[in-house]
């Protein structure tokens, strides 16, 4: 039987962000963000990992849906691959986040959690963005 591994971590990230289209009824963009991570959580799971993500938006009636990929490396060079989910109205999406692939220590890898925003602020310069997430789950490895 595999143990519930939990995490309580704090994404900083920052990238370009690339319009393919803003409309009044239409908007989507692409995006791809490097960054840290740091855990809030006394095992210390995931601190200090750095963060590598590509991403795409479409934000159409109000409604946003949003998808991506996380490449986590730690500091041995193992690496895991997230999903990012986000859906619903653009004021406040639900945001989920799905662990699914690692190597070395992180291989067979599964779980899932929650993310808010913690802040997007503007961007530093045209097309470049930069937040924090805070993403709150479990996580299983094979024995």
Request: aromatic share 14%; glycine share 12%.
């Amino acid at each position: 039987m595999n143990t519930s591994i939990p995490f309580d971590i704090t994404s900083w990230v920052t990238g370009p962000a690339t319009v393919l289209t803003r409309t009044k009824e239409l908007v989507i963009l692409g995006v791809e963000f490097k960054g840290i991570i740091m855990s809030n959580h006394e095992n210390k799971v995931f601190d200090n990992f750095n963060s590598h993500f590509v991403g795409i938006s479409r934000i159409m009636a109000g409604q946003t849906d949003g998808h991506g990929y996380f490449k986590l490396t730690d500091l041995d060079g193992d690496f895991i691959f997230t999903e990012t989910k986000a859906f619903g109205p653009i004021e406040k999406p639900t945001w989920k986040w799905y662990l699914f692939q690692g190597t070395g220590k992180w291989e067979g890898i599964n779980g899932e959690g929650d993310v808010t925003t913690i802040t997007a602020r503007n961007p530093l310069e045209e097309g470049t963005w930069r937040a924090a997430y805070r993403i709150i789950g479990s996580f299983e490895l094979p024995k």
